[in-house]
């Protein structure tokens, strides 16, 4: 999906769809023209500012305005601005996807903020054709201008960037090419990114029950969206607890037939086909030959991504 044209005022590039996508690798690149920035752990989102208001949406296209104030307020004396970030709940200076997930417009919850990293339209001019270091650099002069902003850093040195995210328990880092275009939806190669655990988003494709506790969810079944649709990729049941268990039952939706070809329940055991709708992210140490996981652990559910984006990255 490509940039969604719809001309302000100005004539302009008013509004962007998906944003930009980086591709999982097991090491950085090496040699001159990259850039190194953390891998923040939130919500990626684009903050839209024009003539017609202030908007934020995650990747999915989903509206987040109404619920982070504390972020669209950013955008009250921008002037017209296209922002790609990620949007974060800090605790104890450290992102928390959980804070994330509870996050209420109550003044109860924690604040959200916003990790700005790259800008895609400026005044109305449309500046993704242009080079990361460029938009880059027209970015760094805004935020220095305006220090309520907060600012992905980025660095020459990727060894050294590796080191400090794992020093201060980043979830990883993301290598741009300096001279990268902004190609709206594509996971490019000119984006990389480097997660210190193997970790997957996969779709829920029904449940199992042991025996002694018919009913009761124990374990996920797991589905990976492919270009031909979904595929079985295991089970997972550590991570779970009790809480978690009960509040997944009463997402999924009941199905007579599994959405894949599945192999054969074992024994003790009993299964609820559910539809493929529920995404989450699951850590694992590797994938056989035939794409299930082995040693699987739930980690989280990941709202803020549809079915058709759980491949397994």
Do not use: C
């Amino acid at each position: 999906m490509g940039f969604v044209h719809l001309p302000d005022s100005n004539g302009g590039l008013a509004s962007a769809g998906q944003p930009m996508l980086a591709t999982a690798v097991t090491t950085l690149p090496t040699g001159p023209g990259w850039a190194f920035e953390f891998k923040w752990d939130g919500y990626r989102v684009l903050l839209d500012v024009s003539e017609r208001g202030v908007t934020l949406h995650s990747r999915t296209g989903n509206d987040l305005t109404a619920r982070f104030p504390e972020v669209t307020a950013l955008g009250a004396d921008v002037g017209d601005g296209l922002f790609d970030g990620e949007l974060v709940v800090l605790v104890n200076g450290r992102p928390s996807f959980e804070a994330l997930q509870q996050h209420s417009i109550s003044e109860q919850s924690a604040p959200a903020t916003f990790i700005a990293f790259d800008l895609l339209r400026r005044y109305g001019v449309d500046l993704t054709a242009r080079p990361y270091v460029e938009r880059r650099a027209t970015l760094d002069r805004w935020v220095l201008a305006h220090p309520e902003w907060t600012l992905s850093p980025f660095f020459d040195d990727g060894p050294a960037t590796e080191a400090a995210a794992r020093e201060h328990g980043i979830e990883g880092v993301v290598a741009k090419r300096l001279a990268s275009t902004y190609r709206s939806g594509v996971r490019s190669p000119d984006w990389q990114k480097l997660k210190f655990v193997h970790t997957g988003d996969y779709v829920v494709i029904g449940w199992e029950a042991a025996a002694e506790r018919p009913g009761v969810l124990s374990s996920l079944l797991l589905g990976r969206a492919t270009d031909d649709g979904f595929v079985f990729a295991g089970k997972a049941g550590s991570g779970l607890d009790a809480r978690t268990s009960s509040a997944l039952q009463t997402r999924l939706h009941a199905r007579p037939t599994p959405a894949v070809d599945v192999p054969a329940t074992a024994r003790g055991r009993s299964v609820q086909w559910v539809e493929p709708l529920v995404v989450v992210e699951v850590q694992f140490t590797e994938r056989t030959e035939s794409g299930v996981l082995r040693h699987p652990v739930f980690l989280r559910v990941r709202d803020d991504k549809s079915a058709a984006e759980a491949g397994g990255e």
